[in-house]
């Protein structure tokens, strides 16, 4: 089942990344589950008074330790004058265009290599929706500040030092799902309001990072973040989100091999991004390690027998890979067709 979260920035956000020069600070394009979770996890423990204890209850054990509650990331949605919404969500690394011409667009996954040899393509980055042969695109708003660097000790501006600050504006909306059990989802929506304003991000104590965090009090049966696809016997599967996958050694991998094992099914064709994934803990004041991932729009042609579309949409239900409960390793199958 689920509960949808939506998010809205009520000023400049900044979900710090690893790309960028020295002097300045990158924003993410999303909410990563990982900030999601961390909302909630540090609301309840205050609602509770656990401080140190946290670990130690029942429901903090299952819904954020455990895993029982996933976490999945916030991608931008628009709202138009009539109350339509539409979600939007990392483009498959397939899908490209026509150098010189951005309205010819392919999918390369599912185009036999005899076509496409003589066309010159780049990808379309970013977020988007495919849907009756259309790809629609939509770009995250951003803002750039600028800032004097400070001396720790005395906290005095340091002359001739200068930061560049990206962030994401105000006035975008993001939305997701916390997935799991039935019961459990009751009992979350019970526990945390429906509307709560809440800080998020890198500079939360400045003028960054505040945002509205509404939960749906409807709980839902969940199958897939894109409902109605067509799964196939040979069909694609999309990563929605980054994916870490461990090998025999417990180190994280990006072999096709590896992943194949996980999933259980057979990769014909793949267009891949990889990247590392490092996250945060505030609790801890510390970084976990970094990891090597299949970064979200990376897209696998896959075969699957007839006799395991059931267990099929189970793997799109749960995600695949490590730390699912953090967000990571969503997938979908059948979104290109």
């Known amino acids: 089942h689920k509960i949808t979260y939506r998010i809205t920035t009520l000023s400049p956000v900044l979900i710090t990344t690893n790309i960028g020069d020295i002097n300045t600070v990158n924003t993410g394009e999303f909410i990563n589950g990982n900030s999601v979770l961390g909302i909630f996890a540090s609301n309840y423990i205050k609602k509770k008074n656990l401080k140190n204890k946290a670990h130690e209850d029942e429901n903090?054990?299952?819904?954020?330790?455990?895993?029982d509650l996933k976490f999945t990331g916030g991608y931008i949605i628009t709202v138009d004058k009539y109350k339509k919404k539409k979600n939007y969500f990392p483009l498959p690394l397939s899908v490209q265009h026509e150098k010189n011409d951005e309205y010819?667009?392919?999918?390369?996954?599912?185009?036999?290599?005899?076509?496409?040899?003589?066309?010159?393509?780049?990808?379309?980055?970013?977020?988007?929706?495919?849907?009756?042969?259309?790809?629609?695109?939509?770009?995250?708003?951003?803002?750039?500040?600028?800032?004097?660097?400070?001396?720790?000790?005395?906290?005095?501006?340091?002359?001739?030092?200068?930061?560049?600050?990206?962030?994401?504006?105000?006035?975008?909306?993001?939305?997701?799902?916390?997935?799991?059990?039935?019961?459990?989802?009751?009992?979350?929506?019970?526990?945390?309001?429906?509307?709560?304003?809440?800080?998020?991000?890198?500079?939360?104590?400045?003028?960054?990072?505040?945002?509205?965090?509404?939960?749906?009090?409807?709980?839902?049966?969940f199958t897939s973040e894109i409902e109605g696809l067509d799964i196939r016997e040979e069909t694609s599967m999309t990563l929605l989100s980054d994916l870490i996958i461990y090998n025999d050694n417990g180190f994280s991998t990006t072999d096709l091999k590896t992943l194949e094992k996980y999933i259980g099914l057979k990769i014909k064709k793949a267009f891949?991004?990889?990247?590392?994934?490092?996250?945060?803990?505030?609790?801890?004041?510390?970084?976990?390690?970094?990891?090597?991932?299949?970064?979200?729009?990376?897209?696998?042609?896959?075969?699957?027998?007839?006799?395991?579309?059931?267990?099929?949409?189970?793997?799109?239900?749960?995600?695949?890979?490590?730390r699912r409960h953090e967000g990571f390793g969503r997938i979908v199958f059948g979104w290109q067709q």
């Not at 400070?150 to 962030?167: A, C, M, Q, V, W």
């Not at 510390?286 to 059931?310: D, H, M, W, Y």
């Open 104 to 221: 010819s667009v392919f999918d390369l996954l599912l185009t036999d290599e005899d076509d496409s040899e003589e066309i010159q393509t780049k990808a379309l980055w970013g977020f988007g929706s495919l849907e009756d042969e259309m790809v629609e695109t939509c770009e995250i708003k951003k803002s750039l500040n600028f800032h004097h660097g400070r001396d720790r000790k005395t906290g005095i501006s340091k002359e001739g030092l200068i930061f560049n600050y990206e962030s994401m504006k105000e006035g975008q909306i993001f939305e997701s799902n916390i997935t799991g059990e039935e019961t459990d989802l009751k009992e979350f929506v019970k526990t945390f309001e429906k509307e709560q304003i809440v800080y998020l991000g890198r500079s939360k104590n400045t003028q960054y990072g505040k945002v509205k965090l509404e939960i749906d009090r409807d709980i839902k049966n």
């Open 272 to 322: 891949i991004r990889t990247g590392e994934v490092e996250n945060f803990v505030s609790v801890w004041h510390l970084r976990k390690p970094s990891e090597v991932s299949f970064q979200a729009g990376s897209t696998f042609l896959v075969e699957i027998p007839q006799k395991e579309k059931e267990r099929i949409v189970k793997l799109q239900t749960e995600g695949t890979g490590e």
């Open 60 to 67: 903090f054990y299952r819904w954020f330790l455990k895993g």
